[in-house]
């Protein structure tokens, strides 16, 4: 017989703090560069479209999912698994979907911290003015220059990881909660700014036309696989950091006139899946008129808003105050998803009675540890290579392709077939019977099933083809 674990962490103070929290998780560099410009990419409207169509129908579902499950077992998603393992009494290999979406957070935050280090850094260059009036030869040459530098690279690294352990080192309520009730609000403020700046800028209509013109030419299957599989990472599902979070959710609050409320998931996904989304297009919208204002063309990935954007506020009045406030954002959007990449673990050390600050220590600093390897990957391993593939490449695949996708079906087999109906219905309270038998069939048959074409068609991709 396995060990009784208790819940030890605490829960939010409220509702809307599990909002932010988890909202916190799904803002995050997938919304404020890929986002924009894949949309762009796979013909603008119509890719939005297909993308707010996975978001309803696979997206919200499993996250429902997810937040039942974690609230459900109270624990760590571990142990959550475990439990429920346990108390539905089935094979207790299901206890793996709890490791697998550990590990998978855990790997994404070795490489994470790396990138969102490069945000920090262009706080700092686009602050101290180095970049004012740059040409674009030497923006480059400013990027690229940080890439061959693995000193400077693991610095910045060094620095976000130990603001991101120093947070989940405080726990639930002192550490998490406060920050996401900073950066959360400090980030809508900074966005709305930036629009703002954007609107002003004499490139809003382009940026506009770019992301929005309906192109269903451009889309293809391949669009249709792209919005699957970004409805998947940008609602942060699949590897145990919305269980998690979802654990320390109440079932039930009492309002400032002492009334008893039920917390609704379903609502509460569906609110947080709002707002990724909405921050998603806004960032479009703040980053395409500023490019287009200068006459340059938007360019994929990491080249957009490390090489285009500092270029282009490079040249505009107040351009270093906005570029400077542009890249806090993209700090404090990482900063908030990556606390919720090293709780799940954290919380499973905690519950097996060490203390906050040693697990977040030992977490941190082995994440650190594999994260050098994404450091060097850029520079002296840059030759290292599988398949031409360096060491970040594989992991980044590995990781965003595989793990997370086979961790987001698994949950919704889990909850959808394996877990005994009468408790995911309980723990889930729908008011409406009609709604939840809604989600039921999306949970059961149609997320497994897109999120199967996805998997499918990138192993194919990669080894069948
Ligand atoms: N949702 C984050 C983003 O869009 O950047 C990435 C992410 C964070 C994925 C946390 C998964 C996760 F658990």
């Known amino acids: 017989m396995s060990k009784e674990y208790q819940p030890v962490h605490g829960v939010w103070t409220s509702r809307w703090v ?5 909202a916190g998780s799904a803002v995050g560099l997938g919304n404020i560069w890929k986002f924009p410009y894949i949309a762009g990419d796979y013909g603008g409207g119509a890719f939005v479209l297909v993308y707010l169509i996975c ?19 109270g624990l760590s998603p571990i142990h959550t698994m475990s439990k429920l393992v346990r108390d539905n009494e089935v094979s207790r290999k299901w206890t793996g979907v709890g490791f697998l979406g550990a590990l998978s957070g855990f790997l994404l935050l070795t490489f994470y911290s790396v990138v969102a280090g490069w945000a920090l850094y262009y706080v700092w260059e686009m602050g101290s003015g180095a970049l004012d009036k740059a040409s674009p030869e030497e923006v480059k040459a400013a990027f690229d220059g940080l890439l061959a530098s693995p000193w400077v690279l693991l610095g ?12 989940v080192a405080h726990g639930v309520e002192k550490g998490l909660e406060r920050a996401v009730r900073f950066l959360m609000p400090s980030l809508l403020v900074i966005l709305l700014i930036l629009l703002g700046y954007a609107i002003n800028s004499g490139g809003f209509t382009q940026g506009l036309e770019f992301m929005f013109t309906f192109d269903f030419s451009a889309l293809g299957a391949e669009g249709i696989l792209a919005a699957m599989g970004q409805a998947f990472f940008t609602l942060s599902l699949g590897l145990g950091a919305i269980m998690a979070y979802g654990a320390y959710m109440p079932r039930q609050i009492t309002t400032p006139g002492g009334e008893t409320k039920h917390v609704s998931i379903g609502s509460t996904a569906l609110i947080i899946a709002v707002l990724d989304t909405a921050v998603a297009m806004i960032a479009g ?6 490019v287009f204002a200068n006459g340059l063309e938007p360019s994929q990935g990491p080249g957009l808003i490390f090489v285009t954007l500092p270029l282009a506020f490079g040249q505009m009045p107040l ?10 954002l993209v700090s404090f959007a990482a900063l908030s998803s990556s606390i919720s990449l090293g709780e799940p ?10 203390s906050r600050r040693a697990a977040a220590t030992l977490i941190g600093g082995t994440a650190w540890f594999i994260g050098i390897g994404t450091v060097l990957s850029f520079n002296v391993w840059s030759d290292a290579t599988l398949g031409g593939n360096t060491f970040f490449d594989i992991l980044e695949f590995t990781v965003s392709n595989i793990m997370l996708p086979l961790g987001g079906l698994l949950i919704a087999i889990f909850a959808g077939w394996i877990m005994k109906e009468p408790r995911i219905r309980k723990e889930l309270a729908m008011q409406k019977f009609g709604v939840y038998m809604v989600w039921r069939a ?7 099933l897109a999120v199967l074409a996805v998997f499918v068609h990138t192993l194919w991709d990669t080894f069948g083809g």
């Open 18 to 22: 599990f909002v932010l929290a988890a």
């Open 55 to 73: 978001i309803a129908l696979v997206g919200i579902p499993i996250m429902i999912a997810e937040i039942g499950l974690g609230r459900h077992g």
């Open 156 to 167: 910045w690294h060094t620095l976000f990881m130990v603001l991101t352990m120093g947070v």
């Open 285 to 290: 919208l703040a980053i395409f008129p500023v």
């Open 319 to 328: 351009g270093l105050f906005f570029g400077t406030l542009f890249f806090l």
């Open 345 to 354: 673990l954290v919380a499973w050390l905690v519950e097996n009675e060490w």
């Open 442 to 448: 999306l949970v059961r048959v149609v997320a497994p």
